[in-house]
Every structure is written in C-alpha cells, then in structure tokens.
C-alpha cells in the first residue's frame, strides 16, 4: 500500500506578512531551503506550495535564486537591526538584557554563525545536493553494469548458490526477490508438468516440502524406502520421488530410460546422494573414489536431460556430528564437502562448453548451516529449511512462467512496449534537441559578450540576462525528465539494480520514527501567520505524514496491524486535507474557472502519467493519485453546480448558508448510496474510457475497495472547513500570536476531550484483531482521531506559533515522494526494497534515500515549469493547449489498445 501527500490539500490563508519579532528559530535546515515560485494569484488562493526554486527557470540556472535570497536575508537583517541597539549587530534577536548591552564575544558568536550557516548554505544547496545525487547514480550504475558484466546477469544462479536469513525463518537470495507462492499459483505454473525427485532420504524430505505447497494436506507416511507417487489430476500435476540412496548403476539405469523415452522424460528432475555412501563404506577413501567414478558415468546423461529439462543436482547439507547416532558417526561434514567438490568439479566440466546446463542446488548449505542445530537426529533438516527449499526450486522454475511482481529472481526483463519505444524516442529527441539549443544559445552569447577596454584595462559591464524562452524552459525540463525517467526504468525494469524483500521488526520502524521525530523538533521556526491549519502546518502535517508512511513502507510493517490501522488514519488525513483545502479555496475566492481545474490536475497527474507511460503500469496502479483527483472533482461540482454559494454571497443572506448544508447532505446520500451498491459504482467506473483509467486486472472491485475505505473523510474535511470559515468569520475564535484558541476554560475542556479522544482511538486500533472488521469502522471514525490532533496542535497558541521547517521542506514535495517511492526508493512495484549498496543495509538506504529526495525534489520543479506552459491563464491559449491533450490522450488510447490485442 501506498500513501500519498495530496498537493493541493493545504489550507488557504491571507497573504503573507513578515514575521513579527519575537523567539528566534532554533535551528535551520542543513539543505538550504529555496524560496518557493507562486503566480500573483496562486500562492495565497490554493494554500499549495511546492518545493520550487524561486524565480523563474532561467533565474534558477544562472544562480538567481541564490541571489535574491541572499538579497532576502539582507534586508531581513537590515529590518531587525532597526528594531535592535546599534551595538547588537546579531544575526536573530537577543535577550533583552543581551540586547541592552552586547559585548564583544555575543557580536563574534553572532557573526561566526552567520558566517557559518552562509558558509555551508553557499557549498551545500539543494543543487548540490542534486549533482551530487546525480554522480553518485551515475558511479552506482556503472558498478552494477560491471559488476553484471563480470559476474553474470543470472539472478537464477543467485537464487540458487547464495543468501541470508532476514530474522529466523525468512530467506533473502542474493539481489533478488523471492516469491511466496500459494496453492493456486503452484497449481497453475505446474499444470500438466511431471516433476521427479530422485536420490536419499534427504532428497525425500524435499520431496514432501514441494509437495505440500501444492497440496498442505499430503501426509509423509508409508515406506521410507520406496518410491513415492504423487498427482493432482484436476491441475493434472505429477510429482515422484525415486529411492535412490547411492549414485551407482540403478541411478544411473533410471536417469538413461528417460534419456531414451521422452514420454517419460520429467519436465524437472531434482536428483542427489551420498551420505549413504559415506555410511555402508564407514567413509572410506575407495567409496569416495567409487562415487567420483560413478557420477562421472552419469554427468554426460544429465547434461543430455538438461537440454530440454530443468536438471538440479542438490549438494550434501551439513550435519551436526554431536546428535548423530553411533551407526552415522562417520558422515562427517569433513567428508560431505569432500563429495560436494567432486560433484561440483565433475558435473561442470561433463560439457564442453564454458558452463554446464546441470545446475547445481547449493543454497541448501547456506540454509542448512543455520538450521542443523534444530534437527532431531543430526542429520535431516527440520521442516521450516526444508520449506525454503523447497520454495527456491518452485521460484526458479516458476517465477519465468507466472512472472509474479515481487518475484524478482529467474525473471528476465520484460519488453519494451510500443508506447515505451514511442517515449523513449520522444525524451531522446528532447535531450538531443535541449543540448543543440544549449550549444546555440552559448555561441551566441559569446559573439555578444563585449570587448574588454584596453585604455582602462576594465571589462565592460555584460547586459542583463533575457529570461529563458518557452521553448528553452520546455526542452530543458523534458530534458532533466528524461533522464530521470531512465533511472526509473533502470532501478525497476531494466534488472541492473538488486532488489530484496522486506523483513519487518518493531526496530526498523520504530527507531526511524524517533530519529525523524527528534529532527522535526530541532528545526523549528516561528510561523508567518497563526490562523488554524495555516500554511506552514499543513505543510509540516503533510511532511511528517509523508515521512512516517515511508518508513511504514519500506519497514514492512504493514504486517503489524496497530501500526496499519494508525497508518491508515494518516491517509485519511491526506484526504481530509484535500476536502479542506478545495472546499476552503473555492469558498473563499469563489474561482470555478478552467485554469484553476486544469492547473490542479495536471500538478496531480502529470507525473502519474509519465510513469504509465514509462514503466508500462495502469493508472489506478498509484491508486491515491485517482483518488485525490476525483475527489477534486467531486468537490468542484458539488460547489459549482448552480446555485453557486460563496462566502462573500452568504455573508449578506444567512439563509445561503443553509443552502449549502443542503448541498453538503446531498453530497453525503451520494456516498452512502455508491459505498452500499458496489454494482452501481462499478457500472460507472466500467464504462470506456473510465475503464482505461480505474481498471486494475479487468476489474474496478480495487477501485471501489480502495475508495469506499475513506468515504467519508473528504465530507469531513469540508464540513471542518464550512465550519471553522463560518466562526472565523464572525469572529468566534481568537487567532492572535500565543492566544489560545477558545477562552480558557472551553479551550482546556476542548484539549481534555482532545487528548482522550486521541488516545481512545489509538488503543481501539492498537488492540484490533481483524483487519477486515477494523477497515468496516475505519471510515466512520477516522475523524475522531484526525479532529482530535487538529485541535491539540491548534488551541494552543504557542503551538500554532511555531511549525517544523524540516517536515514542511517534505511537505512541499509529498506528492513527488509518494509517487517516486515506488520505483526508485521501494522495489518491485512497492513489494521490495531497492538495493543500490549490497552488503551493507544501513549505508544503501542513507544512498538511496538521498538520491530518492534530490529526485522528488527536482520532478516538483520540473512540474511547476511545465504547468506554466501547458496550462497557460489566457483562456485561447489555454483552449489550444486542452486540444492538443486531448489529441495525445485519444493517441495514447489507441495504442494501448493495439497493445493489448497484441497481448492477448
């Protein structure tokens, strides 16, 4: 599951004033936060901030923004010193009595760390950040493409010679992942397949594990040693175990007719002995040179088989010599890895070319290693390694079959489809016509930069740099898209970046939370206006979401239902910022325009669609982006649709607000009708070309599952803010800097009812049992708990005061996070974990995570100069830009379906 950060769900506020002196920041963010771009109308209408550089883009290139903040921070420092003693020269307010008289060492210590923080913002910004992210992809890249060069690109070969255990039982093959597969799956990737065990009795407790992922109830029963049939002739699945103790000339008798007899011939042959060999001959040295003789005679059988068959030859486990009985005394492991390297050096070189086609199974080992000491006798494997085994073998042969998306391992890279050739062709012409004009434009800039003068030995002045045109901004961004869009493929289709499974611990998430808690607190800043929900909260709500659902992510903890159930109250919250937030904006300025539409969904869908594009998934695939999106259009009309009730229209007649409390309970008979009739819903949502977008495998039921698990919390999100405008505005509540919210004694009531009610919730969620039965009551109250916070973090009013300039620098780019996360973070479609360092956990998620960041950071830049182009505010123009969209969608809809009929 993935939980995104709705862009335009923040409060709307006034225009921004300057800060009133009071406390100074405690802290400054170590990335030097840019000033964020807003149109005149933009910034303070939508409540919306992204994480753009200021200025325009050409600003942005040529250092601009560095510029005018430095600029900024001049006159800020010019307007405190006006409030300040001349003798306090100091960078942020002091004390009064530090005020009054200043001495020397305050000044120093003052200007050291102005100089200091200018010092490392100067070498250390954002764009650093980002050509440094850049190197750092660029060199990890070319150590995977050599690595894979020299190593092999066979995941297969991974999966079965090496590994670790994440916690007790859970299997990590090397750089890829490991499918689970259920009885379904077993069944339909091994229809009408015959698979044949063949060797000791270590060979038939794989037997059985195998077995039992097709049918749990096959009981190990009967003569040990025997030959054992198993078939399942609804999936018309045949599976043997063949006693063979000895690799001796019955082996070899029964491994030949299957070489003469094709009918007979198993589609995988899984064979191996030796510790019997070991034991009749007491482990002697001619038993050992007798094996090597035999399995010689019957490497060039094997090797024929594995030509049109999966052929394994499992290498002896290890046993643990202290819980051996005395008749297995001699099977020492001494002697086991005296067979295992006559079985290995034999069996590759039984062919002529450079790798033999008999593969061999050595992952046992490394399981077994971990495991003997829980084995009854010493000798046989206890049942959990035996599963994993088990499971490998299904994983290689399977997984290139079903190809299961977080069954990475035996993949191999899937094709590129025509509307991928079709995008990697456009990003490439984009590139290549971005660096031509880029070498146009700097040849003519240096035929224009002037003389310098030789009388004065000074160089004139240079003219003042022209903004970047339209085209320059357009083929610059599609440029940097392109490239970012080739990491994508790279970290999530191309097979060049590892991938593993997650393992969640209470530690992997909970000790993150803290570290990310104890940052947040750190970097904290007096906030430009104290009204509820202002900007910089909802963005600092935004960012410390943002961040805990990412660590919910690639923690696995998912499988923790306390943690699901608190989770998914975070995304309730997402989406009763959007209710809020749109109803607030459309209340407030009363804009129903098509700019205002148009310029929110393509903030919200342009990235979603690049990546469908690019990495081949459906729309709903980022199924909260399809979400927020039509709920911002259900919002839309609800408030558009005739009569239109403003606030300005409403503060003349009271009988409007009525009115719309008319509107609002339409709109909730709505969503109770669609949540109860699912074929209802899913009429609406199958009709083409809705289908194209809320299809997800042929169905809608995610769809629908999906939105009716938050149905209620947009409703909430806007009733809040009819609410809190309409006691605003009668000026019920006291907003001032540091006044509570209430009077005294109805705000610690408030806060009493708050906390309790904050906390009922958590120990009802914390205690939850089944998360069918918890997801039924999650929608109805949601909102306790999401009010509950509201109002503890706003009554206060030293805490509306205040906001983290850490969590709100996330904030302002959640949506990019949300969306990135999925294959340049996490693994596999959101199942995995990207690996960009092997071998070292810890240092590959600080990497990978930088990187992520710098990505998100720059695809939200990217967004906001492309929305000023696509989405211009001349109505014309903005009419001819909607057709040639609309044009590209139709295209893009005919391609997918000569796509899917190709498919088929």
């Not at 959007?578 to 607030?584: A, I, W």
Request: glycine share 6%.
């Amino acid at each position: 599951m993935a939980l995104p950060a709705a862009r335009d769900a923040a409060a709307p506020g006034p225009p921004e004033r300057p800060p009133a002196p009071g406390a100074p920041s405690q802290a400054q963010p170590l990335l030097r936060q840019e000033a964020p771009q807003e149109e005149a109308e933009e910034g303070e209408e939508t409540g919306v901030r992204g994480a753009r550089g200021p200025g325009t883009a050409e600003q942005r290139r040529r250092g601009w923004g560095e510029a005018e903040e430095g600029r900024a921070d001049a006159r800020g420092a010019g307007a405190a010193g006006a409030r300040r003693p001349a003798c306090c020269p100091c960078a942020a307010p002091l004390p009064r009595a530090a005020a009054r008289c200043c001495h020397g060492g305050a000044k120093m210590a003052a200007l050291a760390y102005n100089l200091g923080k200018r010092e490392i913002n100067h070498y250390f910004s954002v764009r650093s950040a980002k050509l440094l992210a850049l190197a750092a992809a660029l060199l990890l890249a070319a150590c995977h493409l050599a690595s894979r060069g020299y190593r092999g690109n066979d995941s297969c070969e991974y999966l079965l010679t090496s590994g670790r255990f994440l916690g007790e039982k859970v299997w990590q093959p090397h750089s890829c992942m490991m499918h689970k597969y259920k009885i379904s799956e077993a069944k339909n990737c091994l229809v009408d397949k015959h698979i044949a065990f063949i060797g000791d009795s270590r060979i038939r407790q794989l037997f059985y594990s195998f077995v039992k992922i097709i049918n749990p109830q096959f009981k190990e029963e009967g003569n040990k040693h025997e030959n054992i049939p198993f078939e399942d002739k609804i999936a018309s699945v045949k599976v043997d175990f063949l006693w063979h103790p000895e690799v001796n000339g019955s082996m070899k008798q029964c491994i030949k007719v299957w070489t003469e007899d094709s009918a007979t011939k198993p589609h995988v042959i899984v064979a191996g002995a030796a510790t019997w060999s070991i034991k009749i001959h007491n482990g002697s040295s001619e038993a050992l040179s007798q094996y090597k003789m035999n399995i010689t005679s019957i490497a060039p059988l094997l090797e024929r088989l594995a030509k049109t068959s999966d052929v394994y030859w499992v290498l002896q486990d290890p046993v643990y010599e202290d819980l051996l009985s005395e008749n297995r005394k001699m099977i020492t492991n001494e002697k086991i890895d005296a067979y295992n390297e006559a079985a290995v050096s034999i069996l590759n070189s039984s062919t002529r070319n450079s790798k033999s086609n008999v593969k061999m199974f050595s992952v046992s080992k490394l399981i077994a290693q971990e495991t003997i000491m829980e084995s009854l006798d010493g000798l046989h494997l206890p049942e959990s390694s035996r599963e994993t085994s088990a499971m490998i073998l299904m994983n290689v042969y399977c997984n290139k079959i079903l190809k299961p998306v977080d069954g990475s391992c035996c993949q191999p890279r899937p094709p590129l489809t025509l509307i991928q050739k079709l995008a990697a062709c456009f990003f490439t012409f984009s590139i290549i016509g971005y660096i031509i004009f880029y070498i146009i434009h700097r040849n003519t800039h240096r035929k224009n930069k002037p003389c310098s003068d030789l009388e004065s030995g000074e160089e004139k002045k240079n003219i003042i740099n022209t903004p970047m045109s339209p085209l320059e901004i357009l083929l610059q961004s599609f440029c940097k898209l392109g490239l970012i869009m080739a990491y994508f493929y790279m970290c999530d289709r191309a097979n060049l970046f590892m991938k593993e499974n997650k393992f969640y611990t209470h530690s992997s998430f909970f000790i993150p939370i803290i570290y990310i808690l104890v940052l947040g607190v750190f970097y904290n800043e007096n906030t430009k206006e104290t009204k509820v929900l202002n900007r910089e909260q909802t963005d600092e709500w935004k960012g410390w979401m943002q961040l805990v659902i990412l660590i919910y992510h690639i923690s696995g903890a998912s499988t923790f239902l306390p943690v699901y159930m608190h989770i998914r109250v975070l995304v309730a919250a997402y989406l009763f910022q959007t209710g809020y937030g749109h109803f607030s904006y459309f209340w407030i300025k009363g804009d129903f325009g098509i700019h205002r539409v148009c310029q929110v969904l393509f903030r919200l869908n342009f990235l979603v669609v690049v990546l469908c594009i690019v990495m081949d998934r459906p729309y709903q695939f980022y199924y909260f982006v399809p979400l927020v999106t039509v709920w911002f259009m259900v919002i839309y009309v609800t408030l558009a649709l005739w009569p239109q009730i403003i606030q300005k229209k409403a503060n003349g007649n009271c009988l409007w607000h009525f009115g719309l409390l008319l509107k609002l309970a339409f709109l909730l008979l709505c969503i109770c009708f669609l949540a109860y009739s699912q074929g209802a819903f899913e009429k609406i949502f199958s009709l083409w070309p809705l289908s194209k977008c809320f299809e997800l495998k042929g169905s809608v039921y995610e769809w629908w599952f999906r939105w009716r698990l938050d149905r209620y919390v947009v409703f909430h999100g806007m009733l809040f803010a009819f609410i809190y405008l309409t006691l605003q505005k009668r000026q019920v509540l006291s907003e001032g800097k540091g006044e509570p919210l209430f009077s005294n004694k109805i705000s610690n009531f408030l806060l009493f009812i708050s906390v309790v009610s904050f906390l009922t919730y958590s120990i009802w969620a914390s205690n939850c049992k089944n998360k069918a039965e918890c997801n039924e009551l999650h929608p109805s109250v949601s909102v306790v708990q999401i009010l509950a916070f509201i109002l503890i973090r706003n009554i206060p009013g030293y805490a509306r005061s205040v906001y983290s300039s850490f969590f709100a620098w996330f904030g302002r780019i959640s949506l990019e996070l949300f969306i990135c996360q999925y294959h340049i973070w996490l693994a596999a479609d959101t199942r995995g974990i990207l690996v960009l360092i092997p071998g070292n956990p810890t240092l590959n998620i600080i990497v990978s995570t930088f990187i992520f960041v710098c990505v998100a950071h720059e695809i939200s830049q990217i967004t906001n100069d492309l929305a000023q182009i696509f989405i211009p505010k001349d109505n014309s123009s903005l009419l001819r830009r909607l057709a040639c969209i609309a044009a590209f969608f139709c295209g893009l809809l005919v391609l997918s379906s000569i796509q899917d009929k190709s498919r088929h």
